[in-house]
């Protein structure tokens, strides 16, 4: 053989000798059933998660099914990635707020995401367990598009509805005082949208985007307010919270973040976001008090 080709074959051998092995991820991932959630997550072989069928774009029912939903959007793209983290499937089950929130303490679900801004009001109990925030959302306005309302103050129709939380939401009639909006949950605002009872719908501009999804609008005025939204997890499993804040801080990196906000909530928000970069107590010092 050539001395060329020996040499050549040489450095072939040395240069793949330097390379590290691929690291095996299921090795790296696989836990201890009698010590830790992730464990009996993996024993069990589902991941349980609670979610919101309200709460749209965060979730879709995009394929009604006899037996529910085939479930999809944003929360549901989230919850994948903690199941496939862990090399499991995944059962969805749906609650409303207050149902969500409990939901992981009484072994209802794993993880749930309930659309519920995070508070302090709520944090420092520590008898609810939370991930740092998957998503910040800020109240906005809904309007038609050949609207000319920029901001609350141009709100000159009574045709307004407000979907906003009580202890974090601000009340558009203390920015317009000429407004007496009709209070109503974001699924009858939408609702109204839709049949032209109300021309402007005020509320977190998250689920303003699911309502252009489905009844057309545009998305105006400044951020109102700020609310972090985090998951729920059952309280004293330290190291189950810390690993899904992992999982999440690396979709987050990773860009599968972003691909997921483009998927379900850039059409109908009109606009692009970056990931929060907001810890759990940033989100709850927002609301020290939540005094509603």
């Known amino acids: 053989m050539p001395r ?22 299921d090795l790296k991932r696989t836990f201890d059933p009698e010590e830790t959630v992730m464990g009996e997550i993996q024993q069990r072989g589902r991941l349980i998660v609670g979610i919101d069928p309200a709460a749209h774009p965060f979730t879709y029912c995009l394929d009604p099914i006899p037996a529910g939903c085939e479930w999809s959007g944003f929360t549901v793209d989230l919850a994948r990635e903690v199941a496939d983290s862990l090399g499991v499937d995944i059962k969805f089950v749906t609650g409303g707020a207050t149902e969500l929130l409990g ?47 920029q901001q609350a103050i141009d709100i000159t129709t009574e045709r307004v509805c ?46 303003l985007a699911g309502i252009v999804e489905l009844a057309g609008g545009v998305i105006v005025g400044d951020q109102l307010n700020t609310e972090g939204y985090s998951a729920v997890l059952e309280t004293g499993a330290s190291a189950w919270i810390d690993y899904v804040n992992q999982v999440l801080e690396e979709a987050q990196q990773e860009g599968r973040w972003t691909e997921y906000f ?9 606009e692009s976001l970056d990931p929060p970069g907001m810890s759990l107590e940033e989100a709850a010092a927002l609301y020290p008090t939540d005094e509603s």
């Open 4 to 25: 060329r080709i020996l040499v050549c074959l040489f450095a072939l051998v040395a240069l793949a000798a330097c390379i590290p092995a691929e690291p095996n991820d």
């Open 103 to 149: 939901m992981p303490e009484v072994g209802g679900a794993d993880i749930s995401f309930p659309f519920v801004p995070v508070t302090g009001r709520l944090v420092e109990p520590r008898d609810l367990a939370f991930t740092d925030p998957y998503y910040v959302a800020h109240e906005r306005l809904l309007v038609r598009p050949d609207s000319e309302i």
């Open 162 to 207: 407000e979907s906003v939380n009580p202890g974090t939401g601000v009340p558009i009639e203390e920015i317009n005082t000429t407004l007496t909006p009709v209070s109503a949950s974001i699924e009858e605002c939408a609702g109204m949208f839709a049949d032209g009872r109300v021309d402007v719908v005020v509320g977190p501009d998250v689920l």
């Open 262 to 270: 483009k998927r379900w909530i850039e059409p109908g928000l009109g």
